[in-house]
């Protein structure tokens, strides 16, 4: 098992960035692939983005590519770059890592066996 701890949410203008981290202590940490996931309220969490456990491949949701971009440390950390933020973007954001043999890309909750406790993002209009 793996722990995921998020931070950097905030409030920010439309069209601003924030970058969220995501620091993992447990097993192995280039053994798993990790994800970004939010949940805005009334809303299911949906799929944002993944990092392969090399970092060597990403993947992204059609609503956030070319506007966030995930990347991660060799030793500990993953990270969420978001910029051009809309107010759509507004949600929770959570950070998760897969388990063994997890096809690619990971982009169903149940890909994902380890999850972050959440970091709020606020966009304003």
């Known amino acids: 098992q793996v722990q995921l701890v998020e931070s950097g949410g905030g409030l920010v203008q439309a069209g601003g960035s924030l970058r969220l981290s995501c620091a993992a202590s447990?097993?192995?940490?280039?053994?798993?692939?990790m994800g970004w996931f939010r949940q805005a309220p009334g809303k299911e969490r949906e799929f944002v983005a993944a990092?392969?456990?090399?970092?060597?491949?990403t993947y992204y949701a059609d609503s956030v590519k070319g506007r966030f971009t995930v990347s991660r440390e060799y030793a500990k950390n993953t990270f969420l770059q978001m910029n051009s933020l809309k107010p759509e973007d507004t949600a929770v954001y959570y950070c998760?890592?897969?388990?063994?043999?997890?096809?690619?890309?990971?982009?169903?909750?149940?890909?994902?066996?380890?999850w972050g406790q959440g970091t709020q993002v606020t966009v304003s209009s």
């Open positions: 990092i392969s456990g090399s970092g060597s491949s």
């Open positions: 998760a890592a897969t388990g063994w043999g997890t096809l690619w890309p990971p982009t169903k909750l149940a890909d994902f066996g380890s």
């Open positions: 447990g097993r192995t940490f280039t053994s798993y692939a």
